[in-house]
């Protein structure tokens, strides 16, 4: 099973691939292929941040408490945790501890953090808009998080990774023209 969060990139792969059966050609059969291709590729790439806490050593029975951590980590409490899955507060602390080699907290915020970086290097929103995508109510907060975390402030931690993009795509560009 794979979460797709609503991604406009697999809705339009979906009907792609729906709307391909409607063509009489000879080339039906290939290009269903190639959708599915597509869709899978896509999904792999969405789940990978969904399933980085599932190992072999995670076992059945705990990777649904991981998914649901990676899923609503932006609002979670261990308390609603707790409660969600019927184990107590203490238990279930050992339990993430066991599995992640973190306390839920500092999971909690690694997960955070990594969401955070992510949106930095592939959006163009606000630091207001990613500090709520993330689960912050305040953007102030959000930043201090983040520097304590990366040692640099995600305006700097933005720009500097952009700058080192636009240099690896023009030296990508004159080996190109080489």
């Known amino acids: 099973m794979f979460h797709t969060n609503d991604s406009f990139e697999i ?38 941040e969904y399933s980085q806490f599932s190992s072999s050593e995670s076992g059945p ?46 999971m909690i915020r690694k997960q955070k953090m990594e969401k955070a970086r992510h949106l930095l290097l592939k959006t163009k929103n606000s630091i207001e808009k990613i500090s709520e995508e993330t689960g912050y109510n305040s ?19 933005r720009k500097d990774s952009s700058h080192f993009s636009s240099l690896d795509s023009s030296r990508t560009s004159v080996r190109l023209g080489a």
């Open 61 to 106: 029975d705990y990777a649904p408490l991981l998914r649901y951590i990676q899923s609503h980590y932006q609002t979670i409490t261990l308390e609603q945790l707790s409660n969600k899955f019927n184990y107590s507060v203490p238990y279930l602390s050992k339990i993430i501890k066991e599995m992640t080699g973190e306390n839920f907290t500092k």
């Open 139 to 157: 953007a102030d907060h959000f930043s201090r998080v983040f520097r304590q975390y990366y040692g640099i402030s995600p305006q700097k931690y």
């Open 11 to 48: 809705r339009t792969l979906v009907k792609n691939l729906f709307l391909e059966r409607f063509r009489y050609d000879k080339y039906v059969n290939r290009c269903d292929v190639y959708w599915l291709n597509l869709l899978f590729v896509n999904a792999l790439r969405d789940s990978y």
